[in-house]
């Protein structure tokens, strides 16, 4: 099941006995048993009905034991397991005995986080038969804009392509953080209103002409004033705009470039498809082609590594500044 499937049944009270909610994406751990512990039981059930405790604090004996009661003022127990990461799990013997036949006004919920459950134990696979399991993956960094489109989709919301990609490249794969800002634009712009990149620097800081993605659609046209006036703004702002943020971003763009040199089909949709990203952009990928072919483009992917490891120190100078290797990366590129 999706996450937006299995919060459509916690919305209708189609519960489950068992939900195990793991992997290394907290966002979608969170939003599921925030959504358990939040809608199943209104106030004065979760008094007598609801327990949260934490896998450090807690053991599989007080689990069972927990869950092998009866709800006293509702139709549904519910015990959630927050840090269950934190359980001793070898010792899981008791509850493989409870999920051949768990009790069924209650709902137990594990939220394993920042790493995968181990598929081979026993006990996942009674989980897995038993109840609900959902595998929480962190987005790749081209996935982040479209899943800012879809979020506000959801909600009856539009964004610019650009904008979406503004706060992708600046917010990073932090979902939470990302939810955050979603949250904030949406009561600040009119639900009406297409949200844009003067919306963005408004209500998110991130300034719609010195970012990241300019610096990249400026080395596409190769416009080597507006290129230097981001580099001499992120020199000046280096908290804002950390170097490693700026080499990874050009890094990912420049591989998409070269991706798109050797597609077989062009067309906008395919392209936008193969590149990841959405078709308002494919006509800068051709653009950034035709002003970097193949050679060039496998050179500057090659400067991009070598300038990652001088801004970690090697092979350059200790008085040499972020700015200044920001600085020669750009020229470089560009000549």
Do not use: C
Request: net charge positive; hydrophobic share 40%; aromatic share 10%.
């Amino acid at each position: 099941m999706n996450t937006q499937s299995i919060l459509a049944d916690i919305k209708k009270k189609k519960l489950s006995p068992i939900y195990l909610l793991h992997g290394e994406e907290p966002y979608f751990i969170d939003l599921i048993s925030d959504a358990i512990e939040h809608q199943v039981l209104d106030e004065a059930q979760k008094g007598f009905d609801q327990s949260v405790v934490y896998g450090k604090e807690t053991d599989f004996s007080t689990l069972i034991s927990m869950a092998k009661r009866y709800p006293m003022m509702s139709d549904y127990q519910v015990i959630i397991v927050k840090e269950a990461q934190n359980l001793k799990w070898k010792d899981d013997d008791l509850l493989q005995k409870y999920l051949e036949q768990p009790t069924p006004t209650t709902v137990l919920v594990f939220a394993h986080k920042y790493g995968k459950f181990d598929k081979r134990k026993k006990s996942y696979k009674a989980m897995d038969k038993a109840g609900v399991v959902l595998e929480s993956n962190k987005l790749y960094d081209d996935k982040v804009a479209g899943w800012i489109t879809e979020q506000l989709g959801a909600s009856g919301r539009k964004i610019h392509p650009q904008a979406a990609a503004m706060m992708a490249d600046y917010l990073g794969t932090d979902l939470s953080k990302v939810a955050n800002e979603l949250e904030k634009l949406m009561l600040n712009v009119s639900a009406e209103q297409e949200i844009g990149p003067a919306d963005i620097e408004r209500n998110i800081g991130i300034s719609k002409d010195f970012n990241v993605f300019e610096l990249n659609t400026a080395l596409s046209k190769r416009n080597s004033l507006k290129a230097f006036q981001i580099v001499n703004y992120f020199a000046a702002n280096p908290k804002s705009n950390p170097i490693p943020v700026v080499i990874g971003s050009l890094g990912t763009y420049f591989t998409k470039i070269l991706k798109y040199h050797y597609l077989p089909d062009k067309n906008s949709a395919a392209a936008a498809k193969a590149l990841g990203v959405h078709p308002f952009f494919v006509k800068e990928y051709e653009y950034a082609a035709r002003n970097f072919n193949r050679r060039k483009t496998f050179d500057i992917i090659h400067l991009i590594k070598e300038y990652d490891l001088k801004s970690k120190g090697m092979n350059v100078g200790h008085l040499t500044s972020h700015g200044d290797l920001m600085s020669e990366l750009i020229y470089k590129i560009l000549n």
